[in-house]
């Protein structure tokens, strides 16, 4: 005869943890956000003081392969975030850059506002993307480094015609300009409007992959256009632009 098994109410907690544990890491897989990483290291670590003070022996062994997995899924899948964070303490900026941006706001947006009014003018054509939570790098691959700091004057003159920049992109990132010249993917979406051009085309392709904002000034017209999450606002105004750029920047620091 078979040996009886001797089931107890602590194998079926085990084996009922470690099925919930199973669940929880594999939806943490599929919808991991950064910020969530700390809650999620202090519960593995509650959770694994837990299991060995009562005796769970199957998920103490979990536990302690889990981890290794788990640090090593934050490597890959966060390593964007991680390059971002290792470059806010280079520049000493890690735990006061919020506070510094705020102060930054107004005079960043006036810059901006006053190089896209005196393009719009003069009907020269444009294209700038301020980059948010997405990171652009591999966009940034395809134009010329510029890394200096944002002005009205740099920002006309990248897109003044006959410049070698006049036709591509410029990527902001916070106050400086990463790069100019910049090609960006196409939208494959059907656009109603058969008069939209390549800039246009352009900044919904962006924003459709992306969360940055794109700021487009047609190079027919001077129309200030804005697309967003796919969508293109056109026909705006300074005082417009002004209040989603304040709304966009008040977004990025709440």
């Known amino acids: 005869m ?89 520049r000493g900026t890690l735990f006061f850059s919020a506070q510094s941006k705020t102060a930054k706001q107004p005079l960043l947006i006036k810059r901006i506002l006053q190089s896209v009014e005196f393009l719009s003018k003069n009907s020269i054509g444009a294209l700038i993307v301020l980059e948010q939570k997405s990171l652009l790098d591999e966009y940034t691959e395809s134009g010329i480094s510029i890394h200096a700091n944002l002005t009205s004057e740099l920002i006309c003159s990248l897109f003044w015609p006959g410049s070698p920049t006049h036709d591509g992109a410029i990527i902001i990132r916070g106050n400086e300009i990463l790069t100019a010249g910049c090609l960006l993917p196409l939208t494959n979406s059907k656009v109603s409007d058969k008069r939209l051009g390549t800039r246009h085309m352009s900044a919904i392709g962006i924003s459709e992959v992306t969360d940055a904002l794109v700021i487009v000034v047609s190079e027919e017209t001077g ?32």
């Open 2 to 90: 078979p040996p009886e098994l001797n089931i107890t109410p602590i194998h079926i907690i085990d084996v009922g943890c470690l099925l919930g544990l199973s669940y929880f890491f594999f939806s943490v897989f599929r919808r991991a956000q950064i910020q969530n990483i700390l809650l999620i290291t202090i519960g593995f670590i509650g959770l694994y003081s837990f299991s060995k003070m009562v005796g769970l022996i199957m998920l103490t062994w979990c536990i302690e392969r889990l981890f290794i997995v788990f640090i090593v899924f934050i490597m890959i899948i966060f390593q964007n975030e991680i390059r971002r964070a290792s470059e806010k303490i280079r």
């Open 223 to 254: 129309t200030i256009s804005v697309a967003e999450e796919g969508n293109l606002t056109r026909f705006l105004n300074r005082e417009a632009l002004e209040t989603r750029l304040f709304n966009l920047f008040k977004e990025s620091t709440s």
